[in-house]
């Protein structure tokens, strides 16, 4: 019963924070593991993502009721990142991520010192690309992220929105908004690899789903009520977050 609560909460949690700026999995995985020691860990991030597509569904939508997604560079995002995310998924069974894993605190601690500095950065909404400049950019990007989710994974969402924020000109909430739109592509992708080879354990990940959808619905709420600032700074915890996790994954563990 306490694994259960522990469970539940980690997934509410991760599905508040996943819903602003991305960084659940930093939640929910490490609980996971902690609980099933003994489990193969594919069958652990097959069904995290299990439940991750549910909390990030539901954000995704919250998000397009009350806030204008910017579909002309989410939807071609979302397509190249559903192709390249298989792909990715495929590779890291050939090929091991030991290198992603290294370089991975180091581009975060680049990102975090470019939004530190940059005070304004997210602040404002003014799109810098249009028609099939656009599209191309966000093709680029969705292939990338994509590859990257299905290969490695950590700190995705927030990459997102990163990107979204210094190469297409969005503020924080509405890069958060489309970021979940090519976040559900990434993980519906994974998830077909994770269930075609076996690796889900459908009762809890459901059971972990509806307690992300509750803590999705909340963290939607929190940053369309709060905006820009609030996201701005939420990201940045997260991110520096990140770095904590992945470079102690990386360099000591």
Known sequence: MIDVVMLGSAAFLAGLVDAVVGGGGLIQLPVMFSVFSKEVPATLLGTSKLAGIFGTGAAAVNYARQVR????????????????????????TKVPADF????????????????FKKKDFG????????????????VAMGAGIGFYDGFFGPGTGSFLMFLFVRFFGFDFLSASA??????VACNLSA?????????LLWQLG?????????????????????????VRKLFLVVVCLLILKTGYDAFFK
């Open 69 to 92: 997604v910017a579909w002309s560079a989410a939807a071609p995002a979302a397509i190249a990142a559903f192709a390249l995310s298989f792909a990715g998924a495929y590779t890291v």
């Open 123 to 138: 602040s404002v909404h003014a799109p810098v690309h249009s028609g099939n400049a656009e599209r191309m950019f966000a």
């Open 206 to 230: 459901l059971m972990m789903a509806a307690c992300q959808v509750a803590g999705s619905l909340i963290g939607t709420k929190l940053a369309i009520k709060h905006g820009t600032t609030f």
């Open 191 to 199: 998830l077909m690899w994770f269930g075609y080879s076996g690796h």
């Open 178 to 183: 489309a970021a979940k739109v090519v976040n």
């Open 100 to 115: 992603v894993r290294t370089l991975l605190p180091i581009l975060l601690v680049a990102v975090a010192i470019y939004t």
